[in-house]
């Protein structure tokens, strides 16, 4: 059975670091592209960052390149998400998604999700 847990969500004042992680079993994650969603109340879903299999290709929504870096590890099937300098619009509950292709990095269009974790930034 496919699994994606996120972890490493919680709170912190803005400017301030976290970083997730997501953690995945029963997928070949060596073939996945793997991506950040993040979803506040309200709002729409939108792509944060997304990495490519082989994690030679990365990819940013425009208001977090220079603060969020997306990273791999295939050897321990995990997916990373540095976030730093911190916003209070970055507050959202954050989701990791595993995409085999095509999926433009729409919401629609990645083949599996975990369950979020949730990352509030204080003003």
């Known amino acids: 059975q496919v699994q994606l847990v996120e972890s490493g969500g919680g709170l912190v004042q803005a400017g301030g670091s976290l970083r997730l992680s997501c953690a995945t079993s029963?997928?070949?994650?060596?073939?996945?592209?793997m991506g950040w969603f993040r979803q506040a109340p309200g709002k729409e879903r939108e792509f944060v960052a997304g990495?490519?299999?082989?994690?030679?290709?990365?990819y940013y929504l425009d208001s977090v390149k220079g603060r969020f870096t997306v990273s791999r590890d295939n050897a321990k099937n995990t997916v990373y998400l540095q976030m730093n300098s911190l916003k209070s619009e970055d507050t959202a509950v954050y989701y990791c998604?595993?995409?085999?292709?095509?999926?433009?990095?729409?919401?629609?269009?990645?083949?599996?999700w975990g369950k979020g974790t949730l990352v509030t930034v204080s003003s």
């Open positions: 998604a595993a995409d085999l292709g095509g999926s433009n990095w729409t919401p629609s269009g990645m083949a599996h």
């Open positions: 990495i490519g299999s082989s994690g030679d290709s990365t």
């Open positions: 029963g997928l070949t994650f060596r073939i996945y592209s």
